[in-house]
C-alpha cells in the first residue's frame, strides 16, 4: 500500500467534480490562486488564508476538492487520514504531527490534507485526555508557523465539525468552513455526468437526468459512482460494452442512499 503522508500531484481536475460550483469557486481563491500568484498577495500586501475546513456528510467530494485544489494549483499532496498519526506510546502522535509538516516544507508548493480531522484534534473539554490536547497544541503550533507563508496550504475534512476543537477555526488557521452538502436532484445530474464523462455511453443526457429522478433520492456522489460502476456490471451481464438507461434503472435498485438520516450528524 501507498506510503502513509507521501506527497505526489493528485491527477484530479475541477472538470471531473459535479456540482459544489460555490466550493470550487472558493477553494480556488483561497489557495489555487494564492499558490499561482503569491507575487499579487504581496503587492497587494495581504497574507493568503492558512486553511478552509471541508464539512459535510461522507461520499459528498471532500477528498476529491482536496486532490483537484493540489492538482489544480501544481502543488504536492499529502494527505493523511487523523487517525493513522495516532499512536499509544508518549510523544509519538506528536511527532508524527510535527513530521507531517517538515515533509510538507521540503515539497512547496503543498496542500496538506486532513481527513477525518476530528480524530486528530477534538474539542479539549473535561473528557479528552491529556494525550489527545498534546496532540491538538502541536497541530495549533504548526498552523501558527504556517502564518509567514511558504507555499503550504491545510484543508481539513470531517464529517462532525461540532466535536472539533474551536481553536483549529481561529483566524489564520482553518478559519474558512465550507460546507459540502448532499446534493439534491440537479446536483446528482451534474455528478453523473462528471464520472461518466470519458466512459462509453449510448446517451449521456438521458443517463445523466436519471441521477436527478426519484430512483437516487438521498444518492451522494459515492453512491452515484457505485452505480455508475454497477451499471457497468450490469451492461456486461447483457454482453454489451455501451451502457445503457435500463442498466442504470437496474443497478439503482440495489444502491440505497448511504445518507438517508442527516440528522445523525447535523442536530
Ligand atoms: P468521506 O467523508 O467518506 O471521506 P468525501 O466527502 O471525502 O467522503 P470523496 O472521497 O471525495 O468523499 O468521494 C468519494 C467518491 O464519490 C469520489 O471518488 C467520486 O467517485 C465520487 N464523488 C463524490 N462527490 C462527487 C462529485 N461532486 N463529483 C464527482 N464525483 C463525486
Redesign the pocket.
Given at each position: 500500500s501507498k506510503r502513509e503522508g507521501f506527497a505526489t500531484i493528485p491527477d484530479v481536475s475541477w472538470e471531473?467534480?459535479?456540482?459544489?460550483k460555490s466550493v470550487r469557486e472558493e477553494l480556488q481563491m483561497a489557495i489555487v490562486e494564492p499558490i499561482q500568484h503569491p507575487e499579487l498577495y504581496a503587492a497587494v500586501g495581504i497574507n493568503a488564508p492558512t486553511g478552509v475546513l471541508?464539512w459535510?456528510?461522507?461520499?459528498?467530494?471532500?477528498?476529491?476538492?482536496?486532490?483537484a485544489v493540489a492538482a489544480e494549483s501544481k502543488a504536492n499532496f499529502i494527505s493523511i487520514k487523523g487517525p493513522e498519526l495516532l499512536n499509544k506510546f508518549v510523544g509519538e502522535s506528536e511527532a508524527a504531527v510535527r513530521r507531517v509538516f517538515t515533509r510538507a516544507r521540503s515539497s512547496v508548493p503543498c496542500v496538506i490534507f486532513f481527513?477525518?480531522l476530528d480524530a486528530l484534534v477534538p474539542r479539549r473539554d473535561d473528557s479528552v485526555s491529556e494525550s489527545s490536547a498534546r496532540v491538538v497544541n502541536t497541530l495549533l503550533t504548526e498552523l501558527d508557523g504556517l502564518s509567514e507563508r511558504q507555499g503550504i496550504f491545510v484543508i481539513g475534512?470531517?464529517?462532525r465539525p461540532d466535536i472539533i476543537d474551536e481553536a483549529m477555526m481561529r483566524p489564520g488557521r482553518l478559519e474558512t468552513p465550507l460546507f459540502?452538502d448532499l446534493?439534491g436532484p440537479s446536483?446528482r445530474v451534474?455528478?453523473l455526468r462528471?464520472?461518466m464523462r470519458s466512459k462509453p455511453v449510448e446517451n449521456l443526457a438521458q443517463l445523466a437526468e436519471f441521477a436527478g429522478t426519484e430512483a437516487c433520492n438521498g444518492f451522494?456522489?459515492?453512491?452515484?459512482?457505485a452505480l455508475a460502476r454497477k451499471a457497468g456490471h450490469c451492461a456486461l451481464r447483457r454482453k454489451v460494452t455501451k451502457l445503457e438507461l435500463q442498466d442504470f434503472k437496474l443497478a439503482s435498485e440495489s444502491i440505497k442512499g448511504s445518507v438517508g438520516n442527516m440528522q445523525k450528524y447535523y442536530r
Open positions: 471531473d467534480i459535479g456540482a459544489l471541508l459535510g456528510p461522507p461520499g459528498c467530494g471532500k477528498t476529491l476538492l482536496a486532490k481527513d477525518e475534512a470531517t464529517n459540502v446534493p446536483e451534474e455528478i462528471a464520472l451522494s456522489g459515492a453512491d452515484l459512482g
